[in-house]
């Protein structure tokens, strides 16, 4: 099983932005797991858009949403198929500033299933990234 790790970034005027790591594998003999690797960061507007379901994923987890906040020093732990699905929509979002568009994507994510959001993780994290964002969001976005 895959682990996620949602951090909390604290920015001005008590803002705050969220950002997704995914966790490495032990490999054996080696004393302490790798680094983990930062997937995606969503922040201002696309963060706002997406708090319903960045709340769902949170109590999917068994964490209360009340907990997000700009204080919060420590990283939410999140099961694998939490962490694609936030995984996919961080790097969808990342770039997006129409809110029609933040909006459609976030539902379309929200309604994947299991198999779907792992088959767009695999294209986006070992194929050619930027095709298969596009793809996504042309097919979510409108």
């Given at each position: 099983?895959?682990?996620?790790?949602?951090?909390?970034?604290?920015?001005?005027?008590?803002?705050?932005?969220?950002?997704?790591?995914?966790?490495?594998?032990?490999?054996?003999?080696?004393?302490?797991?790798?680094?983990?690797?930062?997937?995606?960061?969503?922040?201002?507007?696309?963060?706002?858009?997406?708090?319903?379901?960045?709340?769902?994923?949170?109590?999917?987890?068994?964490?209360?949403?009340?907990?997000?906040?700009?204080k919060r020093s420590s990283s939410y732990i999140l099961s694998e198929e939490s962490g694609v699905n936030l995984a996919l929509?961080?790097?969808?979002?990342?770039?997006?500033?129409?809110?029609?568009?933040?909006?459609?994507?976030?539902?379309?994510?929200?309604?994947?299933?299991?198999?779907?959001?792992?088959?767009?993780?695999?294209?986006?994290?070992?194929?050619?990234?930027?095709?298969?964002?596009?793809?996504?969001?042309?097919?979510?976005?409108?």
């Amino acid at each position: 099983m895959q682990e996620f790790q949602l951090r909390v970034v604290p920015t001005d005027n008590n803002n705050f932005a969220l950002e997704l790591y995914q966790c490495a594998y032990k490999k054996a003999g080696e004393k302490k797991r790798p680094a983990a690797k930062r997937i995606g960061r969503l922040k201002g507007n696309a963060l706002i858009m997406a708090r319903q379901a960045i709340y769902n994923c949170l109590k999917a987890n068994n964490y209360d949403p009340k907990t997000l906040s700009h204080k919060r020093s420590s990283s939410y732990i999140l099961s694998e198929e939490s962490g694609v699905n936030l995984a996919l929509l961080f790097q969808a979002l990342q770039p997006l500033a129409k809110p029609e568009r933040i909006t459609n994507i976030t539902a379309g994510i929200t309604a994947m299933g299991n198999e779907e959001s792992h088959y767009w993780f695999a294209k986006i994290s070992n194929g050619k990234r930027s095709t298969a964002l596009k793809a996504m969001r042309i097919l979510l976005g409108d």
